[in-house]
């Protein structure tokens, strides 16, 4: 069958946790970055909604990120074994989802960002953590969201705790067992073999960043 091209900003940025999933369930990928805001500028109008990442697959194409993730993860079986483990997978993505919202604003393009550092430290990441971390543990011996089962939650959760080490450097060792799991999935197979290939884009955003490729590259696994 066809392989997948996405098209999307060439960076981790939103898509990272669709590559991890294409690793573990060994898919063959293909890139087709857009490094030019000027030929965005012209594509832009031509896309479904004004935005990417566009994945392609032969005649098909999908957008629409969490549609894509999502339907890849049903496709490879990276949704649990029932409907109540789906549910639990699905509120761990939105968790996720909602922490990436509340600290995004503060991180990415943020001029002010060596002045907001302090806040997010010390009062808006504590909570995220704390309660992402109960959710983690609560009735399960992991070392996964789902105990035993890999599942698109993982791919997710460790996208986001990955993104935000080295702007918060610190503060993932405070919470001991979302550190176990990064440090987990980050050994896996081919996660390791992927992480450390130069496949990865070393940014996690374009070079729009005032906080530049320094803070957000200076912690590769
Ligand atoms: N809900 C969409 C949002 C996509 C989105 O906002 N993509 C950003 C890049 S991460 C984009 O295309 N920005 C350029 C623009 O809006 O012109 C999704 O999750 O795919």
Redesign the pocket.
Known sequence: SAVPVIR??ACR???EPLRLLFVEAGVTWKENSLTDPKD?AQE?GQ?P?????IVTVGDKQY??????IRHYANEHNFFGNDSEERLRADIMVEAVLDAQEKLASKYYWNPNWETDRKDVEEKLLPPLYENIQRFFKKDNQGPWVLGQTLSVADFMLWCFLDLMRPFVPGQLPKYQELAKFHQDFSTREKIAEYLHSDKRYKNH?ITLSPVGGTPETSAQP
């Open positions: 999307y900003f940025g939103r898509v965005w832009k896309t909604f004004g935005s990417l990442p957008t629409q990120t969490m549609a894509i955003t």
